[in-house]
Nanobody
């Protein structure tokens, strides 16, 4: 069983920054990929960013140039640095990891005020 615990969400003004963390209960080298999805009220969950075992990254067009995904292998943690935040970034952010199956964290709320 893989456990993922997110932290770092909160309320910030537009233009501000937040850093989300996702701590995994496994050695993250065993994950094919890890990353972040988000879900805004009334909308479908959407991919925000992914980092593969090889270190490749993928970003949603809406966050390119503003968000950066990274990982600390020693801490088994994946991060999402979010800069130049916009009200439309408001959502619950979920960490995931693909280890044969896909595992999810419980989510962390990010609210951006205009």
């Amino acid at each position: 069983q893989v456990q993922l615990v997110e932290s770092g969400g909160g309320l910030v003004q537009a233009g501000g920054s937040l850093r989300l963390s996702c701590a995994a209960s496994i050695n993250i080298f065993s994950a094919n990929d890890m990353g972040w999805y988000r879900q805004a009220p009334g909308k479908q969950r959407e991919l925000v960013a992914t980092i593969t075992m090889g270190g490749s990254t993928i970003y949603a067009d809406s966050v390119k140039g503003r968000f950066t995904i990274s990982r600390d292998n020693a801490k088994n943690t994946v991060y999402l640095q979010m800069n130049s935040l916009k009200p439309e970034d408001t959502a619950v952010y979920f960490c995931y990891a693909t280890v044969i199956y896909v595992y999810w964290g419980h989510g962390t709320q990010v609210t951006i005020s205009s």
